[in-house]
């Protein structure tokens, strides 16, 4: 258990004294693997600490232990020079250490403050909520995250709900907050603001151990960087000033990285995909998409920018014939695929890269093997007179394995033993060698390595060269201005306008331009305020 002379603060109270973070030789394995490799890491009070690696570095592993989820096989924590040992989560939050994940522990049907106060010992007996509300309420106000407390999880924006996640662990006393790729669903604007907050922590005292795959952000926000590959040290504690993007990707995986990757000049075909007026709703019944009509043409990438949550994974799962449309057409290649069955779009040239890459995109359970000929198992040769072809699947999935650069030991293992982003490898592989005609990707490279990214990239605009023609929907907008030849804003699931990308460094009135329309301006608007945007 934690030692009992380490902080446990229930209530918000005066900053305590701030304390040193040490993790000395920490080594974890798991069967196979060795996750961390003897790492040391340092975190010093009132600093913004940068944690990076590629995928399988060891990092979500190291802090894992840190924030009392996993115990280390060997090596020493210390807070202020004392060695602790934690058991449980609880054991690292009474002890100043809290960690807030990327997807957030928020109950959506309960207030702010119950929420804050969920799994608490005290209050036990009588809970005199307008008492806490007032509590919660000035806590906010001192580290600049203001928020209703008496507003329930669901009438609040992501932004906030994230707001609601950090003062959960200030309100349990956290000195040092672990967060774990924080920035992935907010808009440009709200990215800004979660800054300001975090330097209003750090100048208080709180310490900031911040995991992030975007290398511009931790340029702009960590004084210092430990950087993990294949679970040791590469870069301890180096002070973030100075560094470039590029050193720090070289440092992550080992090689030089192409953030910007040569694009030829779009040569924009017949129209192939054209969504009119669609309408449907979400899973509890609610209207989720409210009239979109957008077009994809061939040899073309067309983004979709949005805030997570505001129609765009219900607009992929009815053009894929997952999820019914109330109203509205959806034409491939002037034929009606809306409210038609998944096969029915494969068989006319659809592809589809689904955002859950475990439940959705692939079986879990299945070998590699049989997770590639999804597509293709119906169709000779791999099927033969009503039965497959074992030999010739097995021959296929070693050829994708090869030139997709699947790492994995044989085709016959289990795709739930995959990396995340050897599985979308697996993917992208069975989607591509189909050679679509139209290809939906939902989030590609979400949670991938620099160098996986680099990859994916490569494959879409490879595509997109062939003459297919991609819906890239995507809550990176770096991705979204590299790859696309156009890019349409969603919001509330209504189209709030239309801007082309031109070639070079894109132009910051048309990054805000964008960011505004993804917190709910139209265009239209925009562009009467005075806004210079493309197009």
Not at 16 to 25: H, S, Y
Not at 130 to 152: C, H, M, N, T, W
Not at 182 to 199: K, N, Y
Not at 439 to 464: F, K, N, S, Y
Request: aromatic content about 4%; proline content about 6%; hydrophobic content about 40%.
């Amino acid at each position: 258990m934690a030692q009992p002379n380490l902080p446990n603060n229930p209530d918000p109270s005066p900053a305590q004294p701030p304390f040193v973070v040490e993790m000395r030789g920490i080594v974890k394995r798991f069967p196979g693997v060795l996750a961390n490799d003897h790492v040391d890491f340092e975190l010093r009070p009132g600093e913004i600490h940068a944690l990076l690696g590629e995928n399988g570095a060891g990092k979500s592993t190291l802090m894992n232990v840190l924030a009392g989820l996993y115990r280390q096989d060997s090596g020493v924590i210390k807070i202020n020079g004392v060695p602790v040992t934690f058991s449980s989560p609880r054991d690292a939050i009474n002890a100043g250490i809290g960690m807030i994940h990327q997807h957030f522990m928020l109950v959506p049907s309960q207030t702010v403050t119950e929420n804050i106060l969920l799994g608490l010992d005290n209050p036990r007996f009588i809970l005199n909520l307008s008492r806490y509300d007032s509590k919660i309420a000035e806590l906010g106000k001192q580290f600049g995250l203001e928020v209703d407390p008496r507003a329930k999880i669901w009438q609040l924006s992501v932004g906030e709900q994230q707001r609601v996640e950090i003062l959960k662990m200030l309100y349990r006393g956290a000195n040092v907050l672990i967060m774990d790729e924080p920035t992935a669903v907010l808009a440009p604007q709200e990215i800004e603001g979660l800054f300001s907050i975090l330097r209003s922590m750090t100048a208080q005292g709180k310490s900031i151990i911040f995991i992030s795959h975007k290398l511009n952000e931790i340029t702009a926000i960590a004084d210092r960087v430990t950087v993990l590959r294949r679970g040791k040290v590469t870069a301890a504690g180096q002070p973030a000033r100075g560094l470039t993007r590029q050193q720090l990707a070289n440092l992550m995986v080992g090689r030089d990285v192409i953030f910007n990757l040569e694009k030829k000049p779009v040569q924009r075909g017949e129209v192939v995909l054209d969504i009119q007026d669609v309408h449907a709703d979400n899973d509890k019944g609610l209207p989720a998409l409210r009239g979109v009509s957008i077009n994809v043409c061939a040899g073309e990438i067309v983004g979709l920018a949005g805030v997570a949550g505001n129609g765009q994974r219900e607009l992929s799962q009815v053009i894929t014939g997952l999820r019914k449309c109330k109203q509205g057409r959806i034409y491939l290649n002037g034929e009606t695929v809306s409210n038609r069955s998944v096969i029915f779009g494969i068989q006319r040239g659809m592809a589809y890269i689904p955002e859950d890459r475990t439940h959705v995109g692939t079986a879990p359970n299945l070998s590699v093997t049989d997770n590639v000929i999804m597509r293709k198992y119906r169709q000779s040769p791999i099927s033969q007179y009503g039965l497959l072809n074992m030999p010739l699947a097995v021959k296929y999935a070693n050829e994708l394995k090869q030139a997709y650069d699947i790492i994995v030991p044989h085709v016959s293992t289990p795709v739930r033993l995959l990396s995340g982003g050897n599985l979308q490898r697996v993917i992208l592989a069975r989607e591509i060698s189909g050679q679509p005609q139209f290809m939906v990707a939902v989030q590609p490279t979400r949670g991938l390595d620099v160098g996986a990214i680099e990859g994916v990239h490569r494959l879409l605009l490879a595509q997109r060269e062939a003459g297919a023609a991609i819906l890239l929907i995507s809550e990176e907008l770096e991705e979204l201005l590299s790859l696309s030849d156009r890019i349409y804003v969603i919001y509330e699931g209504k189209i709030m306008g239309e801007v082309k990308i031109e070639p070079g460094e894109p132009d910051p009135g048309l990054i805000e331009t964008i960011g505004l329309m993804m917190t709910g301006t139209p265009l239209e608007q925009i562009e009467q305020q005075g806004v210079r945007v493309h197009g």
